[in-house]
């Protein structure tokens, strides 16, 4: 076929707009059954897995290979689409949602006689058919694509990265925290008081000044709750267990708890017991059961503990002790201590050569370089997104007594002491992040409404501030009726630094005490550990029932420990190679664990007035604008245009996968096209493939004597890069495999439970 001839441009621009403007409904869509393919009366198109290019608050900038035939062009046709899109997001389930797409460039490498108005003239009308739709792909795929790309990360000089108090212990054990000296109040049951300033279920006995501690179906005695040691006691006396009882009531109480079982089995409400390690200050507990037992890493020089839920390493060449902590690298020639706080990227070289897949793999994600690392930092930076409703969101701020404010070191805002929202006051105006969402108003009280802007200054908060994380909730675009607006997960104290994720800013935050006692987030103490699906979430020993009363209802703390009011890291199950080609699965999956309170991975769900509803494409009252130029809608939607609908474009729902067609076609930044055959690359000329590798003479000159050989040469590889195309190809194949391990890992999870430790707003704790 002469590809030049006027009777091939008519009939390739028309199969174009008859059926390339119905590929965008699954441009962006990943169900792990790469390529798509989508057929009309007269033609079929094959999308092949988006590649993402970049991602600038909530637009996502992708570049994806398509091909299609049509009843007149039999071969395929294959060539690249450029697109700027608006996302939404829903952690909980793995997805990102596509809406607002705008159509940037089209590109049919080896066809060269389109003439660019009609190029134009198609981008044209593909954008306004696109705005029609809503596509899904998986985050996992996401974030696999945009970590190839450079991430503009720094370390921030403000972090604080001293060790914490660092406290080994050869028998199972549990560190209660208090934030400074024990607080108690009055229970609200007579002789009773509670200590307010921990997470931990603590009683005062006031008649003979005794203290009881509760925890995973233990109950402990003490003479005084710092200085003396607590003994496991076999039942409360019966003024604790009345109250005990009545606490019971109003929570959904469920332990998870595998020593209860055993309890159970035994009879014994003593067997088991762990020990109680009480400190005021910041601290970690590290643990073994008995005497330390190693094992080796394969293809490592590296030993790690076996007998420990802790991720504790030794190097085999210089016995050195490696642990990882919120995040955070510590090292020591004792395990008993002192501690040195030592850089990811400084760690010997084997700790980058742990296998995925292997015992200890779950620490790739602290280790810089490495792919899990990569995922992490790119995680951290897609948010969660909403659309706030401006009319129903509400918002409500209580203060013991009168209103105070200190300023904010470095910045010239001043933030609310004694409070627990966030209100931070610059230029006479108050602005209050609450759960997610900004509210201003003109007075410390409000009346609050939502805030279509919020002050650079914010930007200048630093670590050592508790309000520090408010800087990582945006407002991306507004409407008359609705503000699209996320966070990403500093704001549940997620933070990048550098190459790697760490938890918290190491900051120890003062407490305020006024009537009543305000929390401030914390770093260390409950064993916070990173990994693909959860994000950050609790050590195994804090789900066994230890924080059950002490962080929800009528007595909880109004946030402040970990964040938001209404947000908690969940509680892991027991983690089991959550990397790598084998699937994850539970070890002692018969328990019901409490993964998270409920809907936590998402604070907008958790908003009481229901004005947050996720932030993909809704009706034509409430588009948004392309761009974020307020006003400059695009056409309308109803639902005769939407996939499914008795007319419009019913016929352009895609199918499974495409039958005997490979996720193996890519395109780089110029359009090209190229596909990996069985690792052999070959770029797509317009008529039919031709393999990328460097051919030589037919001919070799035979040399003459005395004469130097002459090299065969090597042919035009137009600019092919293969090692940019090895790295897409990898991160395909993660991306692809991460999401299947998601698959596998929810189907084989034990049932949730629904939320025995809920946390909800309101009010401080009085004295």
């Known amino acids: 076929m002469n590809m030049k001839t006027p009777i091939f441009k008519v009939q390739f621009f028309q199969g174009i707009l008859m059926t390339c403007v119905l590929f965008i409904p699954v441009l962006l869509l990943a169900e792990g059954s790469w390529p798509k393919e989508i057929k009309t009366a007269k033609s079929t198109i094959v999308i092949y897995q988006p590649q993402p290019d970049s991602m600038k608050g909530d637009h996502l900038y992708t570049r994806a290979a398509i091909s299609f035939t049509t009843t007149k062009i039999i071969a395929p046709v294959f060539g690249a689409v450029w697109s700027d899109s608006r996302f939404s997001t829903d952690r909980e389930s793995g997805k990102c949602t596509i809406f607002d797409i705008k159509i940037l460039n089209v590109r049919f490498p080896g066809i060269d006689t389109i003439d660019p108005t009609k190029v134009q003239h198609f981008k044209k009308i593909l954008e306004e058919e696109a705005a029609k739709w809503e596509m899904e792909f998986s985050l996992d795929e996401l974030k696999s694509s945009l970590a190839l790309n450079k991430v503009a990360a720094g370390k921030s000089a403000d972090f604080k990265n001293d060790p914490p108090e660092i406290i080994y212990e050869k028998q199972n054990s549990v560190l209660v925290l208090f934030d400074n000296d024990p607080v108690f109040k009055e229970s609200g049951t007579s002789g009773l008081k509670r200590a307010i300033n921990t997470p931990f279920l603590v009683l005062q006995d006031v008649k003979d000044n005794s203290y009881y501690l509760f925890g995973a179906d233990y109950w402990y005695k003490s003479s ?41 089995q035994s009879g014994n409400k003593t067997a088991g017991a762990p020990n109680i390690v009480v400190r005021t200050k910041p601290s970690e507990l590290i643990q073994s059961k008995g005497e330390p037992k190693y094992a080796p890493i394969q293809g490592t020089q590296l030993l790690y503990m076996t007998n420990t839920d802790d991720n504790i390493f030794m190097t085999i060449d210089k016995n050195q002790y490696f642990i990882l902590i919120s995040g955070r690298w510590y090292q020591s020639s ?3 201590g002192p501690w040195s706080f030592i850089d990811s990227e400084n760690l010997p070289p084997d700790f980058a050569r742990i296998p995925e897949g292997s015992e200890k793999d779950i620490v790739l994600a602290s280790i810089a370089g490495t792919n899990a690392a990569k995922d992490a930092v790119m995680d951290a930076q897609i948010p969660q997104t909403a659309a706030v409703d401006r009319k129903s969101a509400k918002c409500e701020v209580k203060y013991d007594g009168d209103p105070k404010f200190e300023k904010i070191k470095g910045t010239s805002l001043a933030r609310g002491m004694n409070t627990s929202s966030t209100v931070l006051l610059f230029d006479k105006t108050y602005y209050v992040c609450d759960n997610a969402v900004w509210f201003i108003g003109h007075g410390p009280t409000g009346p609050w409404v939502v805030a279509t802007s919020i002050p650079d200054e914010i930007q200048k908060i630093p670590p050592e501030d508790p309000s520090y994380n408010v800087k990582y ?8 009726d609705v503000v699209y607006i996320g966070y990403t997960p500093g704001y549940t104290s997620c933070y990048i630094y550098g190459t790697t ?3 918290g800013t190491g900051w120890a935050y003062p407490p305020f005490y006024g009537p009543y006692y305000y929390p401030r987030p914390v770093t260390y103490g409950f064993s916070m550990n990173y ?3 959860f994000g950050w979430s609790m050590g195994y020993s804090m789900s066994v029932g230890w924080c059950t009363f002490s962080v929800g209802g009528p007595m909880g703390h109004p946030g402040g420990w970990w964040g938001p009011p209404m947000y908690r890291p969940p509680y892991p199950p027991p983690y089991n190679h959550y990397y790598g080609s084998r699937p994850p699965a539970y070890r002692g999956g018969g328990n019901t664990i409490n993964i998270n309170n409920s809907h936590n991975t998402n604070i907008y769900n ?15 009252s409430v588009r948004p604008a392309t761009g974020n130029q307020t006003g400059n809608k695009q056409p309308g939607v109803n639902d005769k245009t939407r996939p499914g609908s008795n007319t419009g474009t019913k016929d352009a729902k895609p199918s499974d996968r495409a039958a005997g067609q490979k996720n193996n076609v890519y395109t780089d930044g110029k359009g090209d096209v190229y596909r990996n055959n069985n690792g052999d690359w070959q770029k797509n000329n317009g008529k039919n493939w031709e393999s990328t590798q460097p ?16 090299q065969p040469k090597t042919q035009d590889r137009s600019g092919f890069n293969q090692q940019e195309m090895d790295k897409q190809n990898s991160a395909r194949e993660r991306g692809t495999q991460n999401m299947n391990n998601r698959s596998s890992m929810q189907q084989s999870s034990p049932a949730r439970s629904s939320g025995s430790s809920r946390i909800g707003g309101g009010g401080g704790r009085k004295k």
């Open 224 to 264: 005084d709750p710092v200085k003396s040691p607590w003994k496991n006691i076999p039942k409360p006396p019966s003024n604790v267990a009345k109250y005990f009882d009545e606490l019971k009531k109003q929570f959904d109480y469920s332990d998870p708890n595998a020593l209860k079982a055993e309890n159970k």
């Open 695 to 710: 051919k030589q003479q037919d001919r070799t000159v035979q040399p003459k004597q005395q004469d130097k050989p002459v």
């Open 531 to 533: 990994n693909p699906w």
């Open 334 to 336: 004792v395990i008993a």
């Open 473 to 480: 909730v945006y407002i991306y675009d507004v409407q008359p």
């Open 606 to 620: 958790n908003r009481t007035d229901g004005s947050a509803k996720p932030a993909r494409q809704p009706s034509a």
């Open 501 to 503: 994720v760490v938890y």
